[in-house]
């Protein structure tokens, strides 16, 4: 039985949420720079530092764009890779191995956004803040550790899920770069 909504769509959903949180990511690169360098030239030239820019780059900025782009590398065939193993000496298991190997990546990143959400839930309930030159909250920095690894293991269940469903249900924007 076909579910309701493919996989297809749900993929281009995804998709667009990676891309999205993906712009984001760019977006704390730019702001770093931005800040990085006016606080450079602010020194320099005014003899005073922009006092909020390491605090913001360090808790918020700098999570931000490690984390949020997780998926959409993921998807692009981006993250460096070291192989060890050639997948083909495994002949006929290359797919079950390949799996098994998805699989375990999901598991892992599955427990890190179960856990980082708790982090991010204790700090909300608590009300931390990290104290400095402003009153950093630090729900807000715990984050982008959920929401990035919480969109890259949907894109590993995706990627684990979509072949079994067989051919009209399967995901093409996880090629890796492939084809390009």
Not at 43 to 71: K, N, Y
Not at 112 to 118: D, I, L, R, Y
Request: charged letters at 15%; hydrophobic letters at 55%.
């Amino acid at each position: 039985m076909r579910p309701s909504v493919g996989l297809g769509t749900v993929d281009r959903v995804l998709i667009v949420w990676e891309n999205l949180l993906h712009m984001l990511a760019c977006l704390c690169v730019a702001t770093m720079a931005g800040l990085i360098t006016w606080d450079a030239i602010s020194r320099a030239v005014f003899d005073h530092p922009m006092q909020i820019q390491f605090e913001m780059t360090e808790f918020f900025l700098m999570p931000m764009m490690a984390l949020l782009s997780l998926a959409w590398i993921y998807r692009d065939g981006g993250h460096i890779a070291l192989t060890l193993i050639d997948f083909r000496v495994f002949g006929q298991l290359q797919r079950l191995v390949e799996a098994s190997v998805v699989a375990l990546a999901l598991i892992f990143f599955a427990l890190v956004t179960w856990k980082s959400s708790e982090f991010v839930r204790d700090a909300w309930m608590r009300d931390d803040v990290y104290l400095g030159v402003v009153n950093w909250p630090l729900w807000f920095a715990y984050l982008a550790v959920p929401i990035g690894t919480g969109t890259l293991s949907l894109r590993l269940a995706l990627e684990l899920v979509a072949p079994a469903l067989g051919p009209n249900n399967e995901v093409n924007a996880t090629d890796k770069g492939e084809n390009k």
